[in-house]
């Protein structure tokens, strides 16, 4: 009993060994949410590798059926992920757990409650009826698809547990999806996608993601996780792994030739520069990132010239990074910061920088977007003659701007405005944005553009007309709540840090793209892993300090 007794001293508990260390550390998690998932936790993810795996190459028909096909498989797997979740909890398995985990609301639980009503009210009360429901005169993102995303939100919320393992096969396997797209950059189609497409189609249409803006989101999406992986990469294997996956990935934003899709990275690198600042390690990690980036367009150049150049085509940015000599210029100067934080690294380790330092660094990044904004107002309403020369693109909002997303931004807003009270609050059901444009532009569109708009290209003016404020301020609800709360859990959860950054470049590029069933199923399983990661990261509140005895 005696030694019994002694060995229990020579254990700690946990709230010792904190108190021991010193610091705000906090304590491990216990052992149960990281060694050892519960029935419920294993099926929420195999789905969530199913949909980071299979998801994206899910075909019946090549590239020809894409919608529909993604479509079926998100809604199909997420039915039956809830099917099976119900019957274990009918059988008795992780029944507890099943009622604990259903009534904990949250601001973004509310936020897509909302969205979900709002949608079926405009659906309810649309003019299109049935092209609501299943958005089959649009994008095939009517209602239907809208309840696979709430059903979605609401399951893997409660019932995700962080692995990295997920997002390592992801890694590998949005690599794949990218390598195949570099190909077809070079009119080498191994599995023979392309080959149906008429010739005047083929060049806009790539890898297993079919159309290239919507291949663009896709590394808006695959992009943010293989960056935060390398910032947080602690062994040289690693570094490795992920470093080849950042070069890969960035030719695969090269080929996708979307202004957009250089904006969403844009987005996502900022924030994780803030987030990189708090220590040399990760600052390390983050140069080296940048650095492989700029060293990846040299890289395309080279198999460029192993092909003979004779690539379809790229527009202007990509252009600039692989065959402009500046790009030699941030190699080196990205090269030299790597190699100077790397002895930065060797000499103080991970000791964290002062606060000061992320919080200048995001008042650093926060003005700057703040200024791109005021310029872009400026020359859109304010000065409206000044020759920009080649920036009149980016900066000037009118017709023409962002090919001729301009038109279909300013006759969004429009509509919102004059369409009636029942618009303005509903919209015009899910999905019905062409029908509606139709009705009132159809003429002018032709005249102008020889073709129908079917979305704004930017996704929050779409909803906007076709769910009304009501349902976009639902969505921007649950967005900004859980990016908000993302970030707050960054020094506590690599998981949180890796999804948050998902979301914000998801919804960075998608104020110049469209959603549809390929893509935007990616962005509310994101939303929702990091609402799952939200309920299990909770944040301490501060202790007050113990005063000391006189």
């Given at each position: 009993m005696k030694n019994k007794k002694t060995k229990k001293q020579e254990q700690p508990s946990v709230s010792a060994k904190k108190k021991q260390s010193g610091s705000n550390t906090p304590a491990p998690a216990p052992s149960r949410l990281i060694d050892s998932y519960s029935m419920h936790e294993k099926m929420t993810n195999i789905y969530v590798i199913g949909m980071l795996t299979l998801f994206p190459v899910f075909m019946t028909d090549k590239l020809f059926n894409l919608r529909k096909d993604r479509l079926h498989y998100f809604v199909g797997t997420t039915v039956i992920l809830l099917f099976f979740i119900i019957a274990t909890y009918l059988c008795g398995i992780d029944k507890k757990k099943w009622v604990k985990n259903i009534f904990k609301p949250t601001v973004e639980d509310f936020g897509m409650l909302g969205f979900l009503i709002v949608s079926i009210i405009s659906t309810v009360l649309s003019e299109y009826g049935m092209e609501a429901v299943t958005g089959s005169e649009g994008r095939d993102s009517g209602l239907i698809i809208m309840l696979g995303y709430v059903l979605c939100f609401f399951v893997v919320s409660r019932y995700y547990s962080y692995k990295k393992l997920p997002f390592?096969?992801?890694?590998?396997s949005s690599s794949i999806i990218v390598v195949i797209a570099i190909l077809?950059?070079?009119?080498?189609?191994?599995?023979?996608?392309?080959?149906?497409?008429?010739?005047?189609?083929?060049?806009?249409f790539i890898s297993t993601i079919g159309n290239l803006n919507m291949f663009s989101c896709f590394i808006c999406v695959s992009m943010p996780v293989i960056a935060a992986l390398l910032v947080t990469s602690k062994d040289i294997g690693s570094k490795i792994f992920y470093g080849i996956g950042i070069t890969i990935s960035f030719m695969g934003l090269l080929v996708a030739s979307s202004d957009s899709g250089f904006f969403?990275?844009?987005?996502?690198?900022?924030?994780?520069?803030?987030?990189?600042?708090r220590n040399s390690e990760r600052m390390f990690n983050y140069m080296l990132c940048v650095f492989l980036m700029?060293?990846?367009?040299?890289?395309?150049?080279?198999?460029?010239?192993?092909?003979e150049d004779k690539y379809r085509w790229l527009d202007a940015i990509p252009t600039f990074l692989i065959f402009n000599n500046k790009i030699y210029i941030p190699i080196a100067v990205f090269g030299a910061l790597t190699v100077l934080f790397y002895f930065i690294k060797k000499k103080f380790g991970c000791t964290p920088a002062p606060k000061a330092v992320p919080i200048a660094a995001g008042i650093f990044v926060g003005l700057g977007a703040l200024s791109l904004l005021g310029t872009f107002i400026y020359f859109s309403a304010i000065d409206k003659t000044t020759n920009l020369g080649a920036l009149t693109k980016y900066l000037r909002l009118n017709d023409k701007w962002g090919t001729h997303r301009g038109y279909a931004w300013i006759r969004s807003i429009i509509l919102f405005k004059t369409n009636g009270i029942k618009n303005m609050l509903v919209g015009s059901g899910p999905d019905t944005f062409g029908q509606i444009m139709k009705k009132y532009y159809r003429d002018d569109m032709l005249a102008r553009h020889g073709s129908v708009f079917d979305s704004a290209h930017n996704e929050f003016l779409t909803y906007l007309v076709t769910i009304g404020a009501l349902g976009l301020i639902s969505y921007l609800t649950v967005l900004v709540s859980v990016i908000v709360k993302g970030i707050r859990r960054f020094e506590k959860s690599e998981g949180a840090l890796i999804t948050t950054l998902v979301v914000i470049s998801y919804c960075a590029q998608s104020m110049f793209s469209l959603f549809t069933p390929i893509i935007t199923p990616f962005l509310f399983l994101f939303v929702a892993l990091t609402a799952g990661i939200i309920r299990r990261t909770p944040i301490e509140k501060k202790e007050k300090p113990i005063k000391k005895e006189e």
């Amino acid at each position: 009993m005696k030694n019994k007794k002694t060995k229990k001293q020579e254990q700690p508990s946990v709230s010792a060994k904190k108190k021991q260390s010193g610091s705000n550390t906090p304590a491990p998690a216990p052992s149960r949410l990281i060694d050892s998932y519960s029935m419920h936790e294993k099926m929420t993810n195999i789905y969530v590798i199913g949909m980071l795996t299979l998801f994206p190459v899910f075909m019946t028909d090549k590239l020809f059926n894409l919608r529909k096909d993604r479509l079926h498989y998100f809604v199909g797997t997420t039915v039956i992920l809830l099917f099976f979740i119900i019957a274990t909890y009918l059988c008795g398995i992780d029944k507890k757990k099943w009622v604990k985990n259903i009534f904990k609301p949250t601001v973004e639980d509310f936020g897509m409650l909302g969205f979900l009503i709002v949608s079926i009210i405009s659906t309810v009360l649309s003019e299109y009826g049935m092209e609501a429901v299943t958005g089959s005169e649009g994008r095939d993102s009517g209602l239907i698809i809208m309840l696979g995303y709430v059903l979605c939100f609401f399951v893997v919320s409660r019932y995700y547990s962080y692995k990295k393992l997920p997002f390592d096969i992801f890694v590998i396997s949005s690599s794949i999806i990218v390598v195949i797209a570099i190909l077809h950059e070079f009119n080498v189609d191994p599995f023979n996608l392309l080959t149906e497409i008429a010739d005047y189609q083929r060049g806009v249409f790539i890898s297993t993601i079919g159309n290239l803006n919507m291949f663009s989101c896709f590394i808006c999406v695959s992009m943010p996780v293989i960056a935060a992986l390398l910032v947080t990469s602690k062994d040289i294997g690693s570094k490795i792994f992920y470093g080849i996956g950042i070069t890969i990935s960035f030719m695969g934003l090269l080929v996708a030739s979307s202004d957009s899709g250089f904006f969403g990275m844009a987005a996502f690198m900022a924030v994780l520069f803030v987030y990189a600042c708090r220590n040399s390690e990760r600052m390390f990690n983050y140069m080296l990132c940048v650095f492989l980036m700029f060293l990846s367009c040299k890289i395309f150049r080279l198999i460029s010239l192993v092909f003979e150049d004779k690539y379809r085509w790229l527009d202007a940015i990509p252009t600039f990074l692989i065959f402009n000599n500046k790009i030699y210029i941030p190699i080196a100067v990205f090269g030299a910061l790597t190699v100077l934080f790397y002895f930065i690294k060797k000499k103080f380790g991970c000791t964290p920088a002062p606060k000061a330092v992320p919080i200048a660094a995001g008042i650093f990044v926060g003005l700057g977007a703040l200024s791109l904004l005021g310029t872009f107002i400026y020359f859109s309403a304010i000065d409206k003659t000044t020759n920009l020369g080649a920036l009149t693109k980016y900066l000037r909002l009118n017709d023409k701007w962002g090919t001729h997303r301009g038109y279909a931004w300013i006759r969004s807003i429009i509509l919102f405005k004059t369409n009636g009270i029942k618009n303005m609050l509903v919209g015009s059901g899910p999905d019905t944005f062409g029908q509606i444009m139709k009705k009132y532009y159809r003429d002018d569109m032709l005249a102008r553009h020889g073709s129908v708009f079917d979305s704004a290209h930017n996704e929050f003016l779409t909803y906007l007309v076709t769910i009304g404020a009501l349902g976009l301020i639902s969505y921007l609800t649950v967005l900004v709540s859980v990016i908000v709360k993302g970030i707050r859990r960054f020094e506590k959860s690599e998981g949180a840090l890796i999804t948050t950054l998902v979301v914000i470049s998801y919804c960075a590029q998608s104020m110049f793209s469209l959603f549809t069933p390929i893509i935007t199923p990616f962005l509310f399983l994101f939303v929702a892993l990091t609402a799952g990661i939200i309920r299990r990261t909770p944040i301490e509140k501060k202790e007050k300090p113990i005063k000391k005895e006189e």
